[in-house]
């Protein structure tokens, strides 16, 4: 009977199959009763079909061989149906994949753990957690495997519950302790930002390992705050426990010394690679390095690694990043320069993309549409991610037409650059057009993401337009943006810059959650709208929630005492400072030493600038303007002489304080100089301030034609308050012609502060001209225009 049943089966079955299935596997040799010969050729087939199931290209064909294998009877064999679920996954027919599995599934766990790995590696990761419940619901027992891959998958779909509730199983089964577990355990918590569960399970696994190691220290990669030195601190446990540091571990490492900037232990990272000969050529490596030296400000020990490189783009690629990061935009240009001429390094979009960030920050409008036809020639299609660098490079360069044009070419559209397009309308003050632009976004069901709304209060923030930003304010909340806390913040920001400081307290109080940049943004609208005392009061309340503060809020807080005229206030928070180790900070030191020159404590001022270790120009700023405000005008030019001989560039800020250091020392010469200077030598648009000091310079030591004509030949539009200030020196010293040519170009220029018709009618007292005198007086009564009284708010020192 068995050998009737052999004959019908390789016959009749046989010959069916090959009638539909075009893959035939080579005949098969005559069975003997005996079933020894026949045992071997069942193998000999399966190990075939194995074989050709994992040769498989398409899912056509793997239907066909799977078709074959049902028909030879196989269809219930674990081999081939572990196999065949694999393949099935693998090529993305998960129906097909569930179907095998139903026919081979039993209670043998390693089976159970091999479908788990395929659909894992198949991104099935939803697949792989159905299969981990429905083998607790039949009651087999887990093992390591099981639940590593059960926790990778939950990692990769970033579900923290479905995490801890295999954690829970891996302590009821004792495999916490599994190094295997543990890296699984380690790589969930740290992924979600849960560091300090990850250092719990990293210190319960027994038998640490470079895999545990390793999980530790990647974790760390992706933190950027100072817990994140605690990597270092692994690293040398590895090192002590004669683990040997892996290209994973020493990319993991350079990653957070480039969050921390933490230039020593980088550099310390990269000569252990160069001593145990790790990473050589290697491009991950190499690039990991760029980065980090870039991220630290190092540039020319990543153009040294670029120099010697194999000539890697993802190299080159860190390199234009960390320069783009550090608005280094001009060196972003020569460097994609010197990649293509000297390196011959073939660029990608993300070389692309950075060089026109670049192009964006220095309106090289010309340069990047030599870059767009570059990319037309080469028939380089233009990606989302170019098309939108492009798009944002033109909107920045006024070129709003063409990048308006490149955006409606886009065959294909997200919120990234319909954002960029917004933007562009906004930045260019066509809020309209941006209006529109938001509404066809909607109408093409591309939902506006916070981005967009984060986009539209920052510009009309900018542009001061209260109305627009009260509709993005509702339109927020329509949408369900406003429980966003950067929203929240943006909105907050929003009313305080436009100094609807009413809105701004009560989009304040409805904060359920406030973070420091919530504080921050209300104590801004309250100084700008004048009320240092509710700043003060924010600040002290602040502290009582726990809520350290930045350099910035300090500032603020500074700024509020000073306006406030308390010097004891300055004192305390200068107190706050030292014991909170900030006293190095250049930003919470600048606003001091300007706050102390005010107060007359230029003493205080001098000691935070020279305790300073990184003085920035902001800091040097600060003390020549310290300087200037207590009459020390040859400390000034000292001060600006050093900074010429240090190469350190100074801006308009500068030269204001310079220039009105010259005037009131009376150093013509000097004066007229050093603004020569601002356009010759440091290419600074001279600004109406700096045109006043010189006007004050000349007028002060007596050159008033002299200035009469610098104010006419100057390109300002609007020119009279430096006319003011030549006229109150024509009174001082009775030039009362020049003044009567001065005061009617004034006049003709429309109404005027009622300081100014005090002027001029005292210049016409001074020429004896008393009706036009008084009749100027009588009209500016008249209009109710007032003088306001002089004050002080300054405290006793």
Request: glycine share 8%; net charge neutral; proline share 1%.
């Amino acid at each position: 009977m068995l050998a009737m049943l052999l004959r019908h089966f390789s016959g009749k079955a046989g010959s069916m199959l090959d009638k539909i299935v075009v893959l035939k596997l080579p005949k098969r040799p005559s069975r003997s009763i005996g079933g020894t010969t026949l045992g071997s050729s069942k193998i000999c087939d399966i190990e075939k079909f194995a074989l050709l199931i994992q040769s498989c290209a398409d899912i056509w064909s793997l239907k066909k061989l799977h078709a074959r294998v049902l028909a030879h009877g196989f269809g219930c064999g674990v081999t081939l149906g572990s196999k065949l679920l694999g393949s099935y996954a693998h090529l993305g027919a998960l129906s097909d994949s569930r179907f095998v599995f139903q026919r081979i599934v039993n209670d043998d766990l390693s089976l159970w753990n091999s479908a788990m790995v395929d659909y894992f590696r198949a991104g099935y990761l939803e697949e792989v957690i159905v299969l981990y419940r429905r083998l607790k619901l039949h009651q087999i027992c887990l093992d390591g495997k099981t639940i590593t891959f059960g926790l990778k998958s939950c990692t990769g779909l970033r579900n923290l519950f479905l995490g801890e509730g295999l954690h829970v199983d891996s302590l009821k089964l004792a495999l916490n302790t599994h190094k295997f577990v543990g890296s699984s355990l380690i790589g969930l918590y740290s992924k979600l930002g849960k560091m300090d569960d990850s250092q719990k399970v990293f210190q319960e696994i027994l038998d640490k390992d470079i895999v545990a190691y390793t999980s530790m220290v990647s974790g760390y990669s992706d933190v950027v705050d100072s817990t994140a030195w605690n990597a270092f601190g692994i690293a040398s446990d590895m090192i002590k426990n004669k683990l040997e540091v892996n290209r994973v571990t020493l990319v993991s490492l350079l990653q957070v010394a480039g969050n921390l900037e933490a230039f020593r232990e980088g550099k310390s990272v990269h000569g252990y690679s160069i001593r145990r000969g790790i990473g050589v050529s290697d491009d991950v490596l190499e690039t990991s390095l760029v980065d980090m030296y870039a991220r630290c400000g190092a540039y020319q020990l990543a153009s040294a690694l670029l120099k010697n490189s194999k000539g890697y783009a993802a190299s080159w690629n860190a390199m234009l990043s960390g320069l783009t990061r550090s608005r280094e935009s001009w060196d972003v240009v020569q460097y994609f320069s010197v990649m293509l001429l000297d390196h011959k390094v073939a660029p990608d979009s993300v070389t692309f993309a950075n060089v026109l960030s670049a192009c964006a920050e220095l309106c090289y409008s010309g340069y990047a549409a030599s870059i767009h036809a570059y990319l037309i020639r080469r028939t380089i299609p233009l990606d989302l991610v170019l098309a939108t660098a492009l798009i944002e490079v033109y909107s920045k360069c006024k070129r709003v037409v063409r990048s308006s044009h490149l955006f409606d070419q886009l065959k294909a559209k997200d919120a990234v650059s319909y954002n960029a397009m917004l933007y562009g309308y906004l930045q260019n003050g066509m809020a309209d057009e941006g209006t529109t632009l938001l509404n066809q976004m909607m109408k093409e069901c591309i939902a506006p993401n916070s981005a967009t709304v984060l986009c539209l209060l920052a510009a009309f923030a900018d542009q001061r337009d209260l109305v627009r930003g009260r509709w993005i304010h509702g339109f927020a909340i329509t949408h369900g943006f406003s429980s966003d806390m950067d929203i929240a913040n943006q909105i907050l920001h929003m009313y305080s810059i436009c100094k609807d400081v009413v809105a701004a307290k009560i989009v304040f109080d409805s904060l359920e959650k406030r973070n420091l940049v919530s504080w921050t943004a209300m104590m801004k609208g309250f100084l700008s709208s004048g009320q240092g005392d509710e700043v003060v009061r924010l600040y002290r309340l602040m502290q009582q929630h726990g809520e350290k503060p930045d350099s910035i809020t300090l500032t603020y807080a500074v700024q509020a005492v000073s306006q406030l005229g308390h010097l004891k206030g300055v004192k305390q928070i200068h107190c706050f400072v030292y014991h909170a180790f900030m006293e190095k900070d250049a930003i919470t030191a600048n606003s001091m030493i300007t706050a102390y020159a005010k107060f007359g404590r230029l003493d205080l001022s001098e000691a935070l600038f020279y305790n300073l270790e990184h003085k920035n120009l902001d800091s040097r700023n600060a003390i020549i303007s310290a300087y200037g405000m207590q009459g020390y005008y040859i400390k000034v030019l000292e001060m600006f002489k050093k900074m010429e001989e240090e190469a350190i560039k100074p801006d308009e800020l500068t030269f204001s304080s310079v220039l009105s250091a010259c005037s009131h020392a009376g150093l013509v010469k000097e004066g007229l100089s050093i603004f020569q200077s601002m356009t010759s030598v440091y290419s600074v648009d001279p600004q109406e301030e700096h045109y006043g000091c010189i006007v004050d310079l000349l007028g002060r030591a007596g050159y008033l034609e002299e200035a009469y004509k610098f104010i006419k030949l100057s390109m300002l539009t609007d020119k009279s308050s430096i006319y003011r200030a030549l006229l109150s020196a024509c009174r001082t010293y009775g030039n009362t012609l020049l003044g009567h040519i001065i005061s009617k170009e004034i006049l003709e220029n429309g109404p005027q502060n009622p300081g100014t018709y005090a002027l001029i009618s005292d210049v016409y007292a001074q020429e004896g001209q008393w009706s036009e005198s008084a009749n100027l007086r009588a009209s500016t009564n008249g209009s109710g225009l007032k003088k306001l009284p002089g004050s002080s708010l300054m405290e006793s020192l």
